[in-house]
């Protein structure tokens, strides 16, 4: 008896509907966990899907409503629910909810997208803490929860992603939220650079600042927060969309729907994802790997999960610092017959590594493992790979916890 939390306070319109007709417009983090949810509904009567939304859908009996993950564990122990899933919120209703759980020894697998919270240290209900690749997860081999994590990737359904018969010349697409988290100030910093030396090049931006949340309030161009636009937008590209479009082949698409998603990212040359070289980095990064089932050559910056998303120089390209994403465009719009390779060994890696069917049955066997109390399996640590800071990280988990 499996219990699945989710938070959907970021769009509590959504129905089961739009999302398996692919027209639910949401982050790929939520993207991936309503498809495990869908799929385990489907699969096993004796799962229960919890979240804040009335009435969604009658697609699934199984799915009921509650108000918060506390809300979610009463009813899942009522229920007979053996484990509880859910994303680490880092707020209040995540701490009291891991409290009730502990109090009823509810056992937890915290679902952890960014860095885990210190807090998940502090509670013996926690049974299994899931990272969603190896070099994010081998981050935290210091830390006492190191004992409890599993590395499970995120995944697309590959064979929806359509590659297209030719590319647009000199494109370039960015998917993303449009935050400071995601570095598109880096790509539209450079953009009119690009755009004065290739007369022809396109930039088409998929995404806004309502990604993550729906009822955030956007500046004057409708594209991200106000002073993010006054600092990082307006200055390169003018006072409008129209003008972004007309100076500089710039096309603001906004909150697109996976449908269209699908369908688009496939004819361009190039897609660009977080090239953030210094500040936040992506711990996965669903969009590069969206953009290479696509059969789209995608650059991103040379951190964390993009080292593992992305494989460099054989379907994409990682940069090391800010300054490097515009020759890296250059180098693709130079040389386009090596783009074209790239995306095609692309798709092939993703639906090695990320479709939906391998993934799922990860989910299952863990599952599984939970319930019948079996030992976690942590991630290896990769000596020839590993950095100074890795290896410090690594003795002094030995030495405090035994982290081996």
């Known amino acids: 008896m499996i219990a699945h939390f989710f938070d959907s306070s970021f769009n509590l319109q959504w129905s089961w509907k739009q999302f398996l007709n692919d027209e639910l417009a949401c982050s790929g983090t939520d993207s991936v966990n309503l498809a495990l949810a869908a799929h385990m509904l489907k699969q096993n009567a004796n799962y229960y899907f919890f979240s804040n939304v009335k009435g969604s859908s009658s697609e699934y009996p199984n799915h009921y409503f509650a108000e ?22 880092k707020n209040e209703a995540t701490i009291k909810g891991l409290v009730d759980a502990n109090q009823i020894n509810l056992g937890c697998i915290v679902w952890v997208q960014n860095d885990p919270s210190p807090y998940l240290a502090d509670f013996d209900c926690i049974k299994r803490i899931i990272c969603v690749t190896a070099k994010y997860a081998n981050n935290f081999r210091h830390k006492a929860y190191f004992k409890k994590i599993e590395v499970i990737h995120n995944f697309i359904e590959t064979s929806s992603y359509l590659p297209a018969n030719s590319k647009l010349p000199y494109s370039v697409a960015f998917l993303g939220s449009i935050t400071l988290d995601k570095g598109f100030h880096h790509l539209i910093k450079i953009w009119p650079s690009i755009k004065e030396k290739y007369k022809e090049a396109v930039l088409h931006v998929y995404g806004s600042a309502k990604l993550y949340n729906n009822n955030y309030h956007l500046g004057p161009l409708g594209i991200a927060f106000q002073d993010y636009e006054e600092k990082y937008l307006i200055p390169y590209i003018g006072n409008s969309v129209e003008e972004a479009k007309e100076k500089y082949g710039i096309s603001f698409l906004g909150l697109t729907t996976p449908q269209l998603i699908k369908k688009s990212l496939g004819k361009y040359l190039i897609g660009v994802v977080n090239p953030n070289c210094k500040d936040s980095f992506e711990t996965f990064c669903i969009s590069a790997i969206e953009f290479q089932a696509a059969g789209t050559a995608v650059i991103g910056a040379n951190r964390m999960g993009l080292k593992e998303t992305i494989q460099q120089k054989h379907t994409g390209l990682l940069i090391n610092k800010e300054q490097e994403l515009q020759g890296a465009i250059e180098a693709l719009f130079s040389h386009p017959e090596q783009a074209q390779k790239l995306g095609v060994q692309g798709i092939n890696f993703v639906k090695h590594q990320f479709s939906m069917g391998k993934v799922l049955r990860d989910w299952e066997t863990l599952f599984t493992a939970v319930l019948n109390g079996n030992k976690t399996q942590t991630p290896h640590f990769e000596f020839f790979n590993a950095s100074v800071k890795d290896y410090f990280k690594y003795i002094i988990g030995i030495i405090k916890y035994k982290n081996f």
């Open 68 to 89: 918060n993950l506390s809300d979610a564990i009463k009813q899942a122990v009522e229920k007979g629910c053996k484990i509880i899933l859910f994303n680490d919120k």
